[in-house]
T-cell receptor, first 114, second 110 residues
Framework: EAGVAQSPRYKIIEKRQSVAFWCNPISGHATLYWYQQILGQGPKLLIQFQNNGVVDDSQLPKDRFSAERLKGVDSTLKIQPAKLEDSAVYLC????????????FGPGTRLTVT | GIQVEQSPPDLILQEGANSTLRCNFSDSVNNLQWFHQNPWGQLINLFY???GTKQNGRLSATTVATERYSLLYISSSQTTDSGVYFC????????????FGKGTSLLVTP
């Protein structure tokens, strides 16, 4: 069974530029999560989708971050404009559903904002 | 969200040694996962253990939900066990996300 796929794996941009990340969850997983992991810390949830609807986006900085999952499968996370403090690893995870199911993580995208 | 405290924060072991990592959490949980984040940043699922005890090879985990802690045991450690270990609980009162602490950074030396 294929795992969670993410691209790109690395991205370097200058502040005020925009960037987009892509995630393809495990086949059949209805719930998709985007986490942000700053160096030295554990991941923190940004947004959670159940199929193509948003379940929780309370920690998403909506003035600059946006995310969508239009067909209930793939998802994109965008940052516009980027700030220096957005430098982090962006992790996508998926689970069968949003109740107490095991979450599986992708390899992440390492973003550096200069 | 649930507050997560992991101990010790850093651990250095010689190959072959055993260790116990502890995770304390602040609220009731209906989901708890242990992960190993390898040096390349990949989070690898170790256990899904909201309660009880599980074993997988040299690793085992125990969660005592009523006392709000979980333990991860690593026996006969190998250099490939190096990395950061995260405990991530989720509770019925804390939304849908896993709550991560700062992890335990483990280095196993030859």
């Amino acid at each position: 069974e294929a795992g969670v796929a993410q691209s790109p794996r690395y991205k370097i941009i200058e502040k005020r530029q925009s960037v987009a990340f892509w995630c393809n969850p495990i086949s059949g997983h209805a719930t998709l999560y985007w986490y942000q992991q700053i160096l030295g810390q554990g991941p923190k949830l940004l947004i959670q989708f159940q199929n193509n609807g948003v379940v929780d986006d309370s920690q998403l900085p909506k003035d600059r971050f946006s995310a969508e999952r239009l067909k209930g499968v793939d998802s994109t996370l965008k940052i516009q404009p980027a700030k220096l403090e957005d430098s982090a690893v962006y992790l996508c995870a998926s689970s069968l559903s949003w109740t107490a199911y095991e979450q599986y993580f992708g390899p992440g995208t390492r973003l550096t904002v200069t | 969200g649930i507050q997560v405290e992991q101990s010790p924060p850093d651990l250095i072991l010689q190959e072959g040694a055993n260790s116990t990592l502890r995770c304390n959490f602040s609220d009731s949980v209906n989901n708890l996962q242990w992960f190993h984040q390898n040096p390349w940043g990949q989070l690898i699922n170790l256990f899904y253990i909201p309660s009880g005890t599980k074993q997988n090879g040299r690793l085992s985990a125990t969660t005592v939900a009523t006392e709000r802690y979980s333990l991860l045991y690593i026996s006969s450690s190998q250099t490939t066990d190096s990395g950061v270990y995260f405990c991530a609980p989720r509770g019925p009162n804390s939304g849908y996300a896993l709550n991560f602490g700062k992890g335990t950074s483990l280095l196993v030396t030859p």
